[in-house]
């Protein structure tokens, strides 16, 4: 594609490709660690921790896809590509599609719900008693299968924008 040593506009918008992805989706693989180490250690921490998630969501996620998105649209319409609409765009484009609707349609309203909950829990004594309610938990569990198929979705978008197949 490029010549060893040549940087030219293409090259910038892949540079500004996939660190768009690694802005918007790589420290989302962090987050089940991080919530994970606050639940074992300080409870009274989660209410901040879940308006961090959603802060990141609408200050590094979005924006991140989107110039993904952008990015990756005009690349495949140089002439470098000539499977333009071939099942790996395609696929990938509507992975990071999905993942901004689950981002604005799932993942921010349930940080805020968490958050609002966390906060009422710390209020009823949670800190001290150590656990959270029944309330907290159930949407814990609501949470964790979505971002783990959200991870194994950018997961299979990278597959996809590395492998390419049918191009």
């Known amino acids: 594609m490029n010549a060893p040593g040549h940087f030219d506009f293409y090259t910038f918008v892949l540079l500004v490709h996939i660190a768009s992805a690694v802005i918007a989706f790589g420290a989302t693989f962090a987050y089940p660690v991080i919530e994970l180490t606050l639940q074992r250690t300080d409870l009274r921490a989660l209410p901040a921790w879940h308006e961090a998630q959603n802060q990141v969501g609408h200050k590094l996620i979005t924006p991140g896809a989107v110039l993904l998105l952008i990015s990756g649209i005009y690349m495949v319409s140089t002439d470098r590509w000539s499977g333009v609409g071939g099942f790996w765009?395609?696929?990938?484009?509507?992975?990071?599609?999905?993942?901004?609707?689950?981002?604005?349609?799932?993942?921010?309203?349930?940080?805020?719900?968490?958050?609002?909950?966390?906060?009422?829990?710390?209020?009823?004594?949670?800190?001290?008693?150590?656990?959270?309610?029944?309330?907290?938990?159930?949407?814990s569990?609501?949470?964790?299968?979505?971002?783990?198929?959200?991870?194994?979705l950018v997961l299979v978008a990278l597959l996809l924008m590395v492998w390419k197949p049918g191009a």
């Open 89 to 139: 765009f395609g696929a990938a484009g509507a992975i990071v599609v999905v993942l901004l609707g689950l981002g604005h349609g799932f993942f921010a309203p349930n940080a805020r719900k968490r958050r609002d909950q966390a906060r009422a829990d710390l209020d009823g004594g949670a800190a001290e008693s150590g656990r959270m309610s029944e309330a907290y938990q159930a949407l």
């Open 141 to 152: 569990r609501k949470v964790m299968p979505v971002g783990m198929l959200s991870s194994l």
